[in-house]
């Protein structure tokens, strides 16, 4: 994956955390995808923690 600017990460990890939310209300998954792409999010938010597993992360959520 190149070389992504903060603010493009933080856009993929809101992206994969607006998904998991729609497909939790949608009953498509569990609670716990939803609950991990909001920890990812916040650390990422918070501590600046890039997942080691970006684009897996963006495209799981």
Aim: proline share 3%.
């Amino acid at each position: 994956m190149p070389d992504l600017s903060r603010f493009q990460v933080e856009n993929l990890l809101l992206e994969a955390l607006q998904s998991a939310r729609r497909r939790y209300d949608a009953k498509e998954c569990s609670v716990d995808v939803y609950l991990k792409a909001l920890k990812t999010f916040n650390d990422f938010v918070i501590n600046g923690k890039v997942p080691d597993d970006l684009a897996t992360t963006a495209k799981s959520g």
